[in-house]
């Protein structure tokens, strides 16, 4: 097999993201972490926006239920089982997202935007009136998952550079997944339907239940990244299921390039990059911000990816 010039920018992205923590400060160690959380994120609504042309604006309700999982399943003073607590994470996600998706799938286009919005908003005002997950000031996860198996533990999420690794891991763990089931005939029956829905359908594929299975992948890979980001900081509020994260992984996505899998990654990074300058340099960072986007959708209708495209041979 050939290795194409970009599958080789992306080894080499890779390769200079496992040599950054030789030389990272902590707190550079603890932002990239973040950042790619958010990759993780973002790749699983680019499942949905550029695959399946289903334009979710209630994503972070899975996010949120991966979050808070963990301080469900986390004691006071003792630590969730890592093995356990993920899947168990992923898993309710998942369910979420299936029940969800069995409403909201009979809808299409702006409807489709404002229901999945609903649903989230939804959990977001339970978790904010509800006394039992901590109400409007959230809840402590007062010690991370113990990755402790059989008396051997192959990292600990205490230490930041192994947290960094975990995240590492898991982020390329998800592009090899969402690259494989891309390839497959699911993948490119979720790239029809996003093309043309009724032809797909007079071929004879049951487009709903396609649609379903990726609504379900999205959302059990967003309560992966709802389940690393409890971990990294500790603390869960009902904010993980607005609409505000919702709207910023959409953002991501686009400024990366809809329809890829290298593109939200860029987009992650970018974004929360650019959010850092400019937070250091103004406390009224938001309005250079807002005028980054701007100018970035009319500079980049198709996101970063094209860019890295460039890197990559011509067909003869």
Do not use: C
């Amino acid at each position: 097999m050939r290795l194409t010039r970009e599958t080789a920018v992306l080894l080499l992205a890779f390769a200079a993201l496992l040599a950054f923590p030789l030389g990272a400060e902590r707190f550079y160690l603890q932002l990239f972490t973040k950042i790619m959380i958010m990759a993780i994120f973002a790749m699983s609504l680019d499942l949905l926006v550029g695959y399946t042309g289903l334009v979710s604006f209630g994503h972070a309700a899975f996010y949120g239920i991966g979050a808070y999982t963990l301080w469900a399943v986390s004691g006071e003073t003792t630590a969730a089982n890592f093995y356990a607590a993920l899947p168990l994470a992923m898993a309710e996600a998942a369910l979420a997202a299936l029940v969800i998706g069995v409403l909201v799938l009979r809808s299409s286009g702006v409807y489709f935007i404002m229901v999945t919005l609903a649903f989230s908003q939804m959990f977001y005002y339970y978790a904010l009136r509800s006394k039992a997950v901590g109400g409007s000031d959230g809840v402590y996860i007062n010690v991370r998952p113990d990755a402790t198996l059989f008396g051997f533990t192959p990292f600990d999420l205490n230490r930041p550079m192994q947290f960094y690794f975990v995240a590492l891991g898991l982020m390329a763990l998800v592009y090899v997944l969402l690259r494989y089931v891309n390839a497959s005939l699911f993948g490119r029956v979720l790239v029809g339907i996003k093309s043309n829905e009724p032809r797909m359908r007079s071929l004879g594929y049951s487009t709903f239940w396609f649609k379903l299975g990726a609504f379900v992948l999205a959302g059990a890979l967003a309560g992966l990244a709802g389940f690393l980001d409890a971990a990294q900081f500790g603390f869960v509020n009902p904010g993980l299921f607005g609409w505000q994260l919702s709207g910023e992984v959409l953002m991501v996505v686009i400024l990366g390039g809809m329809g890829t899998l290298h593109g939200p990654i860029l987009g992650a990074f970018a974004l929360v990059l650019i959010q850092e300058a400019f937070s250091d340099a103004t406390k009224h960072w938001l309005l250079p911000m807002g005028l980054f986007i701007i100018l970035a959708v009319l500079a980049l209708p198709h996101g970063l990816a094209p860019w890295l495209k460039r890197f990559s041979p011509r067909a003869d």
